[in-house]
Structure formats: structure tokens, C-alpha cells
């Protein structure tokens, strides 16, 4: 299941997240390896046996479609590649199932669904059959075997902590721990299934108001989509601000993409309701148009 000697290609998608392609180019340049991203569709594909790793967001942090893990995470498999995913659209408003799609590796954010606000620390899946035997190249103080013995020479814990760094902000954990609180007693195919008929009334409310004027750009089917729906309009930037100025929080995605995230743990259908009416209005008063909703600001 480990990456074979001899193997050079990181193989992604176009118009991953960001974030994730730039440390992909990173190490593809430090270490002499290839990145191979193609479109969603070709991905498994893209598998063959020149690559090291797969690296994916599961969920689409634009369009909101989810990747088919187990599919993926088989092909690899039987490529001899390891795979990392990118949860940060996915942990805490989907149903995961990491051990038993065979994931390798995970990575995800604590301030989105996990409720832990803003500078929640990031969170690490490792398989437990990989745990002693990938290192981490981030040796830190809380990864060593004995931190508080203050030695020298670094030895990795055993397990999962070997994969810790440096000392994590203790307040941030503490939100981050309150936030996943608010999941206790409750099942992930609940959360998820309530998700869907949020973002499907979304859908059918938003296109009858206001199908003239905006184009579904996620999946139709709430089966093939994350936690949020993404509409275009031509001005969507001045659209989204004007919508945020309403009291509507959601965001824009160049060029023209509006995004609207659901929390189903709070998130109410009287809340949809009245966001979709509230853009209707906009829309048709043209209000979006004025100048203050039209002046970018650096974060959209």
C-alpha cells in the first residue's frame, strides 16, 4: 500500500483548493517529482504506475460535488499510491466513513463545520497501519517520545503523536472541543441527511423566485454535492455583498460563482426561506448595483 521507490508523480485536480495545489507545487520543485492535475473527471484515470500520491479535496470548495472516496482510494491502492484527502469541506456536515473507504491520510480545518470559530487548529488522519512507518519531517517538540525529558536528539512517539509539531494554542483547542461538543448524541447521517434538504430547498426556492436571473453551478443531485450550493450571476460579487449587508452571510468565488454554506446542527429552513427571499428582492430592485456593493475588497 506504500509508495513504491522509483515513483515521481503527484496526481491532483484542477482547481483544487489553492492552498493544497501550492504545497503540492512546493514539494513537487524541493523534491524532484512531477504534478500531474487534471480535471475531476479523469482523475482515476490519472492513476498509474508512476504515481506517489494522490492528493484530493473531497468535497468541491467550489462547486460543492464530492469525490467518489472509495473509488478513488481502491485505484490507488492498486497503483501501489497512497492517498491524501482534504476534509475541510466535508468533516462535520457529511457522513465519513475513513477506515472503511481505506483512506491513508487525512487533513482538515477546525473553523468550518466542527464549529471552532476562527484560528481553530487544523486536524491529521493517519491509518493506523501507516502510523510507524511514515515520519513526519516536521519533528517537533510534541511528536518526541519523552518532550518534557528536554534531550537533544529527537525520537518520534509511537503512533499518531509522532505526528504533533510544536506546542498547539490551548484556547483554540478548547473552542474547537465546544464545537465538536454540539455533535454529541447526534448521528452524522442525521446531520447529513437534513444538509441535503437544506441545500435542495435552496435550490427549488432560489429557481423559482429567481431563475431569470442566476444558473445552478453545483450538482443538481444533493447526493453528489457537499454542505453548500453555488449559484452564478454575472455580478456576483456586488450580489453576495449586498446579501451580506441584508444579514445573508455567504461568499464569492471568482469569476462570478455565490456560494451558500449550511450548518444543519442550526442552520433552520425558515432561515433558507428567508434568504432566498431577501435575494429575490435584491435582484429585482437591482440593488446590488449601487457602488458600495461593487467596491472589491480584499477578502470576498
Not at 16 to 21: G, S
Not at 85 to 103: Q, R, T, Y
Not at 271 to 286: F, K, Q
Request: charged share 20%.
Amino acid at each position: 500500500m506504500r509508495a513504491r521507490p522509483g515513483r515521481n508523480t503527484i496526481v491532483s485536480q484542477e482547481a483544487n483548493f489553492p492552498t493544497d495545489l501550492y504545497v503540492a507545487q512546493g514539494l513537487s520543485e524541493m523534491l524532484g517529482l512531477d504534478l500531474r492535475a487534471v480535471p475531476a473527471v479523469e482523475v482515476l484515470r490519472a492513476i498509474g504506475a508512476d504515481t506517489a500520491v494522490v492528493t484530493l479535496t473531497h468535497v468541491d470548495y467550489r462547486s460543492g460535488s464530492v469525490h467518489d472516496m472509495r473509488a478513488i482510494n481502491e485505484a490507488a491502492h492498486a497503483a501501489g499510491a497512497l492517498v491524501v484527502w482534504d476534509l475541510s469541506h466535508s468533516a462535520g456536515a457529511i457522513e465519513l466513513d475513513l477506515d472503511g473507504s481505506g483512506c491513508d491520510l487525512a487533513i482538515g480545518c477546525g473553523y468550518k463545520y466542527l464549529n471552532g470559530g476562527p484560528g481553530a487548529p487544523a486536524f491529521i488522519y493517519v491509518d493506523e497501519r501507516l502510523q510507524d512507518e511514515l515520519a513526519n519531517p516536521l519533528q517537533g517538540w510534541m511528536g518526541h517520545a519523552e518532550p518534557f525529558a528536554f534531550v537533544d536528539e529527537y525520537r518520534p512517539a509511537a503512533g499518531i503523536l509522532n505526528f504533533l509539531t510544536g506546542t498547539p494554542s490551548i484556547l483554540a483547542l478548547a473552542a474547537l472541543d465546544a464545537g465538536i461538543g454540539t455533535f454529541d448524541g447526534i448521528s452524522m447521517r442525521d446531520v447529513q441527511a437534513k444538509s441535503r434538504k437544506l441545500s435542495q430547498l435552496l435550490v427549488e426556492e432560489v429557481e423559482a423566485r429567481c431563475s431569470g436571473e442566476v444558473r445552478l453551478a453545483s450538482p443538481r443531485d444533493p447526493a453528489e454535492r457537499g454542505s453548500h450550493v453555488v449559484f452564478a450571476h454575472p455580478e456576483g460579487y456586488a450580489v453576495m455583498q449586498a446579501l451580506i449587508a441584508h444579514g445573508v452571510i455567504g461568499d464569492f468565488r471568482a469569476p462570478d460563482l455565490m456560494r451558500f454554506g449550511f450548518t444543519p446542527l442550526y442552520t433552520r429552513y425558515s432561515d433558507v426561506i428567508r434568504a432566498v427571499e431577501i435575494l429575490a428582492e435584491i435582484l429585482a430592485s437591482r440593488e446590488w448595483d449601487r457602488p458600495r456593493f461593487r467596491q472589491r475588497a480584499r477578502v470576498t
